[in-house]
């Protein structure tokens, strides 16, 4: 089974604080990906990367900023928290050759609460 | 940018009865899968289906490429049907999300 862990399942931070959510997949999977979930918008892209230290931009990048370092592991960093930043983040992980999206695996989410 | 519409944005039924979920996409698409995100937020992937019909136990799914849409279908629903169920669509490589449909199955 593929499993993607996400390191902390609820968060509450302090605005101006910087956070980092880490996500691990356990499949080689080449493409990784963070979205964040808000009532009445659905689920957004915020980045994505296809192999390490490769990165490219969603739909909703500012604020944001990512690390992929090893293959199975992508960080997602807010710099600077803001409350508008409060959400649910999700990861997720796909095996694609050519950056075509295949199938996508999600981790349990963290709910982050930026007071 | 492309749209991605879902209907009906919630639904209440019996256990045991059917549904049908629909998804409309505004432009052609690369791909097309269903998710299921559960009460607890979950997201399962139920299906990867740019084209064609594909069924899964009491799951199935049909896309019409050529009339941009897609419906997933829940037969004899179950409690642990219940959530809420995304279809997301890839364009460009970038994967755009419905609003989803909230199901809530009543025991």
């Known amino acids: 089974d593929v499993k993607v862990t996400q390191s902390s399942r609820y968060l509450v931070k302090r605005t101006g604080e910087k956070v980092f959510l880490e996500c691990v997949q356990d499949?080689?999977?080449?493409?990784m990906f963070w979205y964040r979930q808000d009532p009445g918008l659905g689920l957004r892209l915020i980045y994505f990367?296809?192999?390490?230290?490769?990165?490219e931009k969603g739909d909703i990048p500012e604020g944001y900023s990512v690390s992929r370092e090893k293959k199975e592991r992508f960080s997602l960093i807010l710099e600077s928290a803001s409350t508008n930043q409060t959400s649910m983040y999700l990861c997720?992980?796909?095996?694609?050759?050519?950056?075509?999206?295949?199938?996508?695996?999600f981790g349990p989410g963290t709910r982050l609460t930026v007071l | 940018g492309i749209q991605v519409e879902q209907s009906p944005p919630d639904l209440i039924l019996q256990e045991g009865a059917n549904s049908t979920l629909r998804c409309n996409f505004s432009?052609?698409?690369?791909?097309l899968q269903w998710f299921h995100q559960n009460p607890w937020g979950q997201l399962i992937n139920l299906f990867y289906?740019?084209?064609g019909t594909k069924q899964n136990g009491r799951l199935s799914a049909t896309t019409v490429a050529t009339e941009r849409y897609s419906l997933l279908y829940i037969s004899s629903s179950q409690t642990t049907d219940s959530g809420v169920y995304f279809c997301?669509?890839?364009?460009?490589?970038?994967?755009?999300f419905g609003k989803g449909t909230r199901l809530h199955i009543l025991p």
């Open positions: 990367s296809y192999d390490v230290k490769m990165k």
């Open positions: 997720a992980s796909s095996s694609a050759g050519d950056r075509a999206v295949d199938t996508q695996y």
């Open positions: 289906i740019p084209s």
């Open positions: 499949m080689d999977h080449e493409n």
């Open positions: 997301a669509v890839d364009r460009d490589d970038k994967i755009i």
């Open positions: 432009d052609s698409v690369n791909n």
